[in-house]
């Protein structure tokens, strides 16, 4: 793999974090587009050969996408824990596998470079349909990016 800057290696990260595109289609387009992340990824979701000629395929990446931050966990120092509680509560891994659960959205937010307190974040969420701040729906997810395209 050639050498890139440290910049041009978090866009080809975010690109594929994203898309869930291949690194060579990443760095195609972010090369075709001067490495701006925004235009590489409309791009890429605007080809005649992704999601807007194949429904299905855009199913298919949008699923792996949300299933890609459902039940993510957030790194962090252990908390204290009464006698009683012996662990640490998961996220909705498992119990609730058609929903992103509150650290899941802020990892996604945190991976598409947007701050929680950015209004952009409200806006998402409200696009896609979101019953309660900070928790997704896999419906309402994908039918809402699929609307915005």
Known sequence: MPS?????????QQFTGFTQAKDSAAVKLLKTHNWNLEQAVDAYFQSNNNASSNPSAANHN???LFDSYRGSLI???KPFLPKKLTSVPKDNATSEPDTIGVQGCMRY?????LSL?????LVILSELAAPTMGELTRQGFLDGWKKLR
């Open 75 to 77: 790194p962090q120092a």
């Open 4 to 12: 890139y800057t440290p910049s041009q290696k978090s866009a080809i």
């Open 117 to 121: 307190e950015d209004p952009v974040v």
């Open 62 to 64: 949008l699923t792996k």
């Open 109 to 113: 937010f945190s991976d598409l470079g």
